[in-house]
């Protein structure tokens, strides 16, 4: 009987480790998120009001699940609050939408500095000279479970959605791009056929990009996207969330790729952009001399 019960205790504590983690988020994910939560999602998501219900909800709950499993840590001298840990949650969660997840399950740490950080960057010169050097970051996506982001600059693209400029879609695009082993502009697709269609159409997008750039031609997509392929994604995962109509004129196959990968058609929380002004009607310019 005594053999038995160590036996029994043993199991016990080989088996808590995996099914305690699993309890204790069960009973967070029973509670809705808080009212002062749910503030912040409507003020500083200005997309959230026009999302469907059932979006909202699932959204909600995602919410919730990230802020249980991620570490916020603020940086120099940054205390972080309930409206920049539920900001950064919702915006990164708008990501997820409709989509099986475990929400970022790879992710542990979001460090969070007041502004632009700057990040030690080795700069390769000619004849492979390596020279270390510093740039002013307002953002980074790491493979090793971290996210760092500035808070002016989360703050500034919550407060214009319709510039294509967003710090947090762009780095949890990184982060869903690295769920395929390596950011490489190639996110896991689930169907393995769905690769070749994605890229080739992205590939064909991203140098139509690099030769906008390259002779600084006007495009939806920032040329920032032109850097490389991870780049593109995660720039395009930002025009594809908040210029949704233009990304769609532009870009159809693009934008195509992105519904399914998405799942969600972000027009449906926006209104279409104005027209373009007409333009200046030359003759009657002429005439009035």
């Known amino acids: 009987m005594e053999a038995l019960t160590w036996i029994g205790l043993t199991a ?3 088996a808590l480790p995996f099914y305690y983690p699993r309890w204790r988020l069960r009973r967070v994910l029973a509670q809705p998120l808080s009212a002062g939560g749910l503030a912040i999602l409507q003020h500083n998501i200005p997309v959230y009001r026009r999302m469907a219900p059932d ?3 699932q959204l909600q709950r995602m919410v919730v699940q990230f802020l249980h499993q991620k570490k916020f840590i603020g940086c120099e001298g940054l205390e972080v609050s309930d409206e920049i840990a539920v900001t950064i949650a919702g915006q990164a969660c708008l990501l997820l939408l409709n989509r099986p997840s475990k929400v970022y399950p790879a992710l542990h740490t979001i460090l969070v500095y007041p502004g632009a950080f700057v990040a030690p960057r080795a700069e390769i010169g000619p004849g492979g000279v390596v020279t270390p050097g510093h740039h002013s970051m307002l953002g980074e996506s790491w493979d090793d479970g971290r996210v760092i982001l500035s808070w002016d600059d989360v703050r500034r693209g919550a407060g214009d959605w319709t510039d294509g400029h967003n710090v947090v879609l762009h780095e949890f695009a990184h982060q869903l791009d690295s769920e395929s082993g390596r950011a490489n502009g190639a996110p896991y ?3 393995p056929a ?5 890229s080739e159409v992205l590939e064909r997008d991203f140098q139509s990009l690099r030769h906008s750039a390259m002779y ?3 495009s939806v997509m920032d040329h920032y996207g032109a850097t490389n392929p991870a780049e593109f994604f995660a720039v395009a995962t930002e025009t594809f969330f908040e210029k949704p109509y233009q990304m769609a004129e532009r870009h159809a196959a693009l934008y195509a790729e992105f519904l399914k990968y998405y799942r969600v058609d972000p027009r449906a929380w926006m209104a279409p952009p104005p027209p373009p002004p007409e333009p200046a009607d030359d003759w009657s310019h002429a005439w009035s001399h």
């Open 216 to 218: 600084r031609q006007h």
């Open 189 to 191: 697709l689930g169907n």
């Open 12 to 14: 016990l504590l080989i």
């Open 194 to 198: 769905s690769y070749r269609e994605w």
């Open 55 to 57: 979006l909202q909800q």
